[in-house]
């Protein structure tokens, strides 16, 4: 079967920094997708890895071990709108996607 | 309409009666999907479609049903509601190019079936 593994829930200091974990079995591999949701509101696409190593964007980035069947997610300089779920979504050998339940994080000040 | 819109917002529906929930693109993108999102779980595919003209099923597609007319609309329909549908539903759509598949999602539909 398909699956895709994240902590359930995380919590953080406001200005620190925080690593999601995503680790994943699926039928083919064409890409992962992390995407944030905030409470009530639609998933956004915040990154997409296909090859094996980091991609940065600004305060997040996101890293791909396909050999491991793994990502995560680095945020840094945490701001308290980074409060939000963070999902894990791999492309698979049909090219849908198969999410994983989220992570909700959970910034202190 | 900037992006996808769904209707209605919210919803609340009696067991066993039929309700159709709207989905509209302006994007022109070629694929569009279905997902119902409930606690504790990831987004379930229910259906998809990858062109117009064309729908396959999804993960969880049973007392679902889906038309794609034209490339903007995707209507999926609940023909006999039961309270296990009871979900929060979001409308997607991306431009399939290869293997990417960035998808785009609309607000959501809150559906309460009692």
């Known amino acids: 079967g398909q699956n895709i593994d994240q902590p359930t829930e995380m919590t953080a200091t406001e200005g620190a920094i925080v690593q999601i974990n995503c680790t994943y079995q699926t039928s083919g591999f064409n890409g992962l997708f992390w995407y944030q949701q905030h409470a009530g509101e639609a998933p956004t696409f915040l990154s997409y890895?296909?090859l094996d190593g980091l991609e940065e964007k600004g305060r997040f980035s996101s890293f791909l071990s396909r050999s491991k069947g793994y990502s995560y997610l680095l945020l840094k300089e945490l701001q308290m709108k980074d409060s939000a779920s963070y999902l894990c979504?791999?492309?698979?050998?049909?090219?849908?996607?198969?999410w994983g339940a989220g992570t909700k994080l959970i910034i202190k000040p | 309409i900037a992006g996808i819109t769904q209707a209605p917002t919210s919803q609340i529906l009696a067991a066993g009666r039929r309700m159709t929930l709207r989905c509209t693109q302006d994007m022109r993108h070629n694929a569009m999907y279905w997902y119902r999102q409930d606690l504790g779980l990831g987004l379930r595919l229910i259906h998809y479609s990858n062109t117009a003209g064309t729908t396959g099923k999804g993960e969880v597609p049973d007392g679902y049903s889906v038309s794609r007319a034209n490339t903007d609309d995707f209507p999926l329909t609940l023909a006999s509601a039961v309270p296990s549908q009871t979900s929060v539903y979001f409308c997607?759509?991306?431009?399939?190019?290869?293997?990417?598949?960035?998808?785009?999602f609309g607000p959501g539909t809150r559906l309460t079936v009692l």
């Open positions: 997607a759509s991306s431009q399939r190019e290869g293997s990417y598949n960035e998808q785009f």
């Open positions: 890895n296909v």
């Open positions: 979504a791999v492309t698979d050998s049909n090219y849908q996607l198969i």
